[in-house]
């Protein structure tokens, strides 16, 4: 039954899209507005023979890559500083709040505008994914134990310690789902900067070229190799994550057997 969950529903779920994209085809009756299923598959096995495209994939993937660690890093240090020093918190919040309200398509245009073509599809996912993890974060540290923090400081214990030691693994242990699903929404974001900035060797400048051409087969094409990079990065960070619980658990129980025995 689980089995059946966890696999056969999806492949429902993709069939009736499928089978979706086949009624449109047939009722709009053009390549140009609605192709067929067959015609976008045909043109995803091209993709592969296409010159650079291999190279395109995986630029677009290192700009989704470092752009979200700078990102990420970058959230981490201020939450830190916001928890322990609420001046910090109160500076920063006014800029939060401002790039939480901020349009995603005035930040891609002001991003074309002061940056070059390469750099701006990062800019722009930084400044949209660094107010949501620097919020998430901090409200993690906030939601820590207060009676284990009194108690090490009781105890004497060092705030270097008591953050890598309890507070860090704690909050990056309840941020992982989130991480993992800003970082498919991350590579939407470096795709859609790529795709306005016609960023060199990118995903989002072939599509913006598949648009110009009127290609909707090959525009379709590039979109199922952007959501299947999503779904296989997403899929790879969340086997990654299990096996190293499994791994952190295992050590942990055979700590504690060769202290009982």
Excluded at 148 to 174: C, H, N, Q, R, W
Aim: hydrophobic content about 55%; overall charge positive; glycine content about 4%.
């Amino acid at each position: 039954m689980k089995i059946i969950k966890k696999v056969g529903l999806p492949i429902i779920s993709v069939l009736g899209i499928i089978g979706f994209v086949y009624i449109l085809s047939a009722v709009y009756n053009s390549e140009m507005i609605a192709p067929s299923p067959t015609k976008i598959f045909k043109e995803f096995i091209a993709l592969f023979t296409t010159e650079n495209f291999i190279k395109s994939v995986f630029s677009t993937l290192w700009r989704a890559v470092y752009s979200f660690l700078i990102s990420f890093i970058t959230a981490l240090v201020f939450a830190v500083l916001a928890y322990f020093w609420e001046t910090v918190e109160r500076l920063l919040y006014p800029l939060t709040v401002i790039l939480r309200a901020l349009p995603t398509m005035s930040v891609i245009l002001l991003c074309l505008i002061w940056l070059k073509s390469s750099k701006s599809p990062a800019a722009i996912a930084f400044i949209v994914v660094f107010p949501m993890l620097y919020s998430s974060i901090l409200s993690s540290l906030k939601g820590q134990d207060k009676d284990l923090l009194e108690m090490a400081k009781v105890y004497g214990v060092k705030k270097k310690t008591v953050f890598f030691k309890l507070i860090l693994p704690d909050i990056v242990s309840i941020l992982i789902p989130q991480l993992i699903s800003t970082f498919s929404f991350n590579i939407k974001l470096v795709i859609a900067g790529e795709a306005l900035a016609y960023t060199k060797l990118s995903i989002g400048r072939l599509m913006n070229i598949a648009n110009s051409s009127f290609e909707t087969a090959r525009l379709l094409a590039l979109a199922m190799v952007a959501i299947i990079l999503s779904f296989l990065v997403e899929f790879i960070l969340k086997t990654l994550t299990q096996t190293v619980k499994r791994l952190k658990n295992g050590y942990s129980r055979k700590k504690s057997n060769s202290k009982v025995r």
